[in-house]
């Protein structure tokens, strides 16, 4: 059973920083792709950056290259998204992801487990 748990969310004013950290446990943590995801109140699930196994490549949500850092630590089971230069529209409830396979994908269906999220809420 796979269980990934989100932390590091919480309330930032306008042009701060949060790092969000993703707590995997249950399988080998450092062969499989893991992402980050955000969903703001009446949107859809979208993408925001995933990270190889290795680490060695990632990919980004092209609105917020730049701003977002995604990263991991395998030692840890840990994956980490570090975000400045917040922006109110970058108020969401985040969450991470993993799926199986070699390959980067940007669509929440080609994950198969999720986190629970984190609220991140920017304020003007």
């Known amino acids: 059973q796979v269980q990934l748990v989100e932390s590091g969310g919480g309330l930032v004013q306008a042009g701060g920083s949060l790092r969000l950290s993703c707590a995997a446990s249950g399988r080998s943590f450092s062969t499989y792709v893991m992402a980050w995801f955000r969903q703001a109140p009446g949107k859809e699930r979208e993408f925001v950056a995933a990270?190889?196994?290795?680490?060695?490549?990632?990919d980004y949500a092209d609105s917020l290259t730049g701003r977002f850092a995604i990263s991991r630590d395998n030692a840890k089971n840990t994956m980490y998204l570090q975000m400045n230069s917040l922006s109110v529209e970058d108020t969401a409830v985040y969450y991470c992801?993993?799926?199986?396979?070699?390959?980067?994908?940007?669509?929440?269906?080609?994950?198969?487990?999720w986190g629970q999220g984190t609220q991140v809420t920017v304020s003007s």
């Open positions: 990270i190889s196994w290795s680490g060695g490549n990632s």
């Open positions: 992801a993993q799926k199986g396979g070699p390959s980067i994908a940007t669509i929440p269906s080609r994950y198969v487990y």
